[in-house]
């Protein structure tokens, strides 16, 4: 084990060691925890992208996301989830709700690949999903929900 805070080898405060229970990092509810458990499906995916903010995130918000708490992105993120398991329209979505000024203008698709110059849970999500799959993923920006498209 690499040296850590606290007493060499015990539990920490944020989290309880049980044999053969392997860590994870602690993931909002809201987020695809099955989807990143898995191994990458591939070295380049296209996937477009919602972004949904909240007041704490970073960079410039729009008006929405400067008015909205954490626990309110979660309930949009849930909302838009039951939309798109209904049939809505992905692009349509973007273009209603995503706080993306780029791709929700666009519509375009993000390439997404290990040196990629986007955040580390963009890739991580975007390089797990399978075609045509939709997932959720959590950065400083916000929650991504997001849609494998190539």
């Known amino acids: ?19 053969g229970v392997a860590l994870q990092p602690q993931r909002d509810p809201v987020e ?43 309930d949009q993120v849930r909302a838009i989830l039951e939309q798109i398991k209904n049939g809505a329209n992905f692009e349509q979505l973007m273009k209603q709700y995503s706080e993306d000024p780029g791709s929700a203008a666009s519509g375009v698709a993000y390439t997404v ?9 963009f890739k991580q999500l975007g390089l797990r999903l399978r075609l045509g799959e939709v997932g959720v993923v959590q950065s400083e920006f916000g929650f991504h929900i997001m849609k494998r498209v190539e």
Request: net charge negative; aromatic share 2%.
């Open 1 to 19: 084990f690499a040296a850590c805070s606290g007493s060499p080898g015990g539990p920490t405060m944020n989290n309880k060691v049980d044999e």
């Open 32 to 74: 695809s925890a099955d989807i990143l458990a898995r191994e990458p499906l591939s070295n380049t995916a296209q996937v477009k992208h919602i972004l949904i903010g909240w007041a704490e995130t970073n960079g410039d918000h729009e008006p929405r996301a400067a008015k909205r708490t954490k626990k309110d992105a979660e």
């Open 113 to 121: 690949s290990p040196d990629a110059q986007l955040v580390i849970e």
